[in-house]
């Protein structure tokens, strides 16, 4: 089953030196989830082949422009390749205003329903859930409302162990039951533990993203030992009092949070346009949590 993030866009404010704001697909078993959706964010997805018609769940972390100005060129695409699938839109409710009035102006209504589901940046929710995944929010702190999202897998069943199965003739319909972690007992009352039939399912995955948000170890209970964390590292340190300022995150910093909360691995984004090369960023962050890499643009990186 794949779990896999695809970096479209990793700059901050504006698009320069080929980085593009915002944006990150998430295939998680072949579901597909757009997360932020900055300007450039449909070029991106023609340039790295993500077929954008399979994208039926956008998350959206806050209404600063680099996080959502790419929205209405990829709802106005849909509409006019004829998309008829709804479309769900996780994020703040002032989004709503800013479709509907770029819709009324144009004269456009939708080949497709946009269901906007209202994030709330004072409670971490659950969000989105089906039968494999769910999707809670994060509670940043930045000058406008601000969530991030946290990717997980839910806990899978036990595993069957065909050949003991078979050695203790267990019959079909008990199959559930031992997937649910219960023993089974034969027809003479003889008790085989669950464990002697099952294995340990694989540990659920999780990825986190977090954009933008100035330094705050308060998320770091929600993020604590999961496999991968997207962290906002707009600046270096020497800038940390103008990231204070802004609201945003220095990469030191980014890689405090990741050792705290003791995550396996780090993503660092949202570069400031001031650094064309980001190498001095990432042996930043590399310092403090060795397990870290850039977000580059057409990078994929991949939970086993
Ligand atoms: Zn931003
Ligand atoms: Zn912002």
Do not use: W
């Amino acid at each position: 089953m794949i779990f896999e993030i695809t970096i479209l866009g990793s700059s901050s404010a504006t698009p320069i030196y080929q980085r593009h704001p915002t944006a990150q697909v998430l295939n998680i078993h072949e579901r597909f989830f757009l997360v932020d959706c900055g300007e450039g964010t449909l070029i991106q997805m023609n340039r790295f082949r993500i077929k954008f018609h399979r994208i039926n769940h956008i998350f959206i972390s806050h209404l600063h422009g680099d996080h959502y100005l790419g929205l209405m060129g990829l709802l106005s695409t849909m509409h006019l390749q004829g998309r008829a699938t709804p479309l769900h839109i996780y994020a703040p409710n002032d989004l709503q205003e800013i479709i509907d009035i770029q819709l009324k102006y144009s004269q456009t209504t939708l080949r497709f329903e946009v269901i906007l589901h209202p994030t709330d940046a004072s409670k971490s929710k659950k969000i989105y859930e089906d039968e494999d995944i769910e999707v809670r929010t994060i509670i940043l702190s930045h000058r406008i409302p601000c969530t991030g999202f946290l990717f997980s897998e839910k806990q899978r069943l036990r595993k069957l162990q065909k050949e003991k199965l078979h050695s203790y003739e267990v019959p079909v319909r008990f199959y559930d039951d031992l997937k649910n972690g219960k023993d089974y007992v034969d027809e003479n009352g003889k008790v085989i533990p669950n464990s002697e039939l099952t294995s340990d399912p694989r540990k659920p995955r999780s990825y986190a993203f977090c954009s933008d948000t100035i330094y705050n170890e308060s998320i770091i209970p929600a993020v604590r030992n999961i496999d991968l964390l997207y962290h906002e590292a707009t600046f270096m340190n020497d800038k940390i009092e103008r990231a204070a300022e802004t609201f945003h995150t220095t990469a030191a910093q980014a890689a405090t949070i990741a050792k705290k909360a003791d995550v396996k691995r780090l993503i660092v984004g949202h570069f400031s346009a001031r650094y064309k090369n980001l190498y001095p960023l990432l042996d930043e962050a590399k310092e403090i949590f060795v397990n870290t890499s850039l977000a580059i643009e057409g990078d994929r990186f991949t939970i086993e």
